[in-house]
């Protein structure tokens, strides 16, 4: 049976500058703290790094053929800040301009919807030196840097997300520093969610000033948090993972606040947290619509060894992909209605979805079943949500292609497009061709 979608439903693809881009140093591109922390050794599994990844920079003109072939109707990428701004402020770099506009041509003249991140995670090192994200300063220039981009991307592109998962920047690259720029502090993790969480703010009354027509939102990472057991401190254990990696976000933003339970839990482990009323009235400027990341839940436990939340998830044995996540397809069904529920009927798109498995190219053709499955199975609940009256309107698979996964390098491939990276030769799997299928159809066929 084909559960169809809504007619004018977006269907595209995900990817993000630093993970496909290459061309690290051309054309006078400043460097990145990611470019900063992968030449680091140690800090990536095999030692890799994002100088040359899928070197779309010189191939996204092939890349965008791709999509075409793809079927897609959408394409979500984001936009390296140290392209624009070799220093995080300052003048602004033309060259690095031109190639999103070139981009943005190439796909708009293919009748693909561009959707614009203006930050997945490339931090200018020359900020990061005047205290990152930690510092609210950054804020003020993450402001300026969507300013002109507005000005002069805002008539080609459509949608605009503002940062892409501040709670796994913040957490991993300041808080356990498995992440660029490496930092371990709790404290200054909780300064750089505040000044992330400003800086949205800032870039969403920065869009407003300037009435382009189009929209902008923000995408954030949600995971569902079930307790390991009908024990109080699991259950209480779930609440404050919840708390931290969820509610910390949505509720500022959709409620004004920040949750005053985990402020009360960082008071009490000697982290202080001030809030100025004006930044609020920034980070909860209404904004048109949400994006959702979902990957997976989280069954957690109490752990009195970890620090601040005395939680920790469960690490799935069975059904599970190579990221270690369990596939669990209801949870996005779950997470959907609980939006709905807790912050209202927002818009919403499906910013991030897709899984990692071992891909082995052979006679020129990658065979991924798992993946086609692990798709299927959480369109279907998408589906659902849309019949039981959630306002979803994209579903953005990640990835276009695969590409440099953080701290995992290479090793991950997550891509529906697999890339022979001597060659740098773009294959698409058999899950490409299930999802161009897919938006053909308009729906998913159980
Ligand atoms: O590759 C990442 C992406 O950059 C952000 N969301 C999760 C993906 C898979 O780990």
């Known amino acids: ?65 791709l999509m075409e072939t793809l079927n897609l109707k959408a394409y979500r990428f984001s936009i390296s800040w140290p392209r624009i701004f070799p220093e995080g402020k300052g003048s602004v770099n033309k060259k690095g301009l031109d190639f999103y506009k070139r981009l943005v041509d190439a796909l708009n003249s293919a009748s693909i919807i561009p959707f614009a991140t203006i930050y997945h995670w490339d931090l200018p090192q020359a900020l990061e030196e005047k ?25 080609s592109i459509p949608f605009w997300i503002t940062l892409n998962e501040p709670a796994v920047f913040t957490y991993l690259g300041y808080g356990i520093g498995v992440h660029a720029p490496g930092k ?50 699991d259950i209480l254990s779930a609440r404050r993972m919840d708390l931290m990696w969820n509610r910390w976000f949505l509720d500022p933003i959709f409620k004004g606040s920040f949750p005053q339970e985990f402020i009360e839990l960082l ?74 529920r807790d912050y209202g009927n927002i818009p ?38 849309i019949k039981d009256g959630i306002d979803l309107k994209g579903y953005f698979v990640w990835s276009l292609m695969d590409n440099f996964e953080w701290a995992y390098g290479y090793t991950k491939r997550f891509g529906i497009v697999y890339v022979d990276y001597p060659t740098q030769k773009r294959i698409i799997k058999r899950s490409g061709y299930y999802y161009r299928k897919v938006i053909e159809y308009n729906g998913v066929e159980l």
């Open 1 to 65: 049976m084909l559960y169809e979608f809504p007619k004018d439903f977006i269907w595209g693809c995900a990817t993000a500058s630093y993970q496909i881009e290459g061309a690290f140093n051309e054309d006078g591109k400043g460097p990145s703290i990611w470019d900063v922390f992968t030449h680091t050794p140690g800090n990536i599994i095999d030692g890799s790094n994002g100088d040359v990844a899928c070197d779309h920079y010189h191939r996204y003109a092939e890349d965008v053929k």
């Open 131 to 155: 205290g990152g994200w930690a510092d609210l300063d950054t804020s003020k220039y993450f402001a300026d840097y969507s300013y002109v981009l507005f000005k002069e991307l805002g008539d």
């Open 184 to 233: 371990k502090d709790s404290g200054l993790a909780t300064k750089a969610t505040y000044s992330a969480l400003l800086a949205h703010g800032l870039a969403v009354e920065a869009y407003r000033s300037l009435g382009v027509k189009g929209q902008i939102g923000i995408t954030l990472n949600l995971t569902p948090m079930h307790s390991a057991s009908n024990k109080e401190e």
């Open 267 to 340: 008071a009490k482990n000697g982290i202080s947290f001030e809030v100025d009323s004006e930044h609020m009235k920034k980070i909860s400027l209404k904004i048109d619509f949400l994006g959702v990341n979902y990957y997976t839940r989280n069954i957690v436990m109490y752990d009195p060894k970890v620090p601040l939340i005395n939680a920790r998830s469960i690490e799935p044995t069975t059904n599970k992909t190579e990221m270690g996540w369990e596939i669990y397809p209801e949870g996005l069904y779950e997470l959907l209605t609980s939006i709905k």
């Open 348 to 385: 919403l798109y499906i910013t991030e979805n897709g899984s990692a498995f071992k891909d082995e190219l052979i006679d020129e053709k990658v065979d991924d079943p798992e993946r086609e499955d692990y798709l299927k199975r959480h369109f279907y609940q998408a589906y659902r949500a």
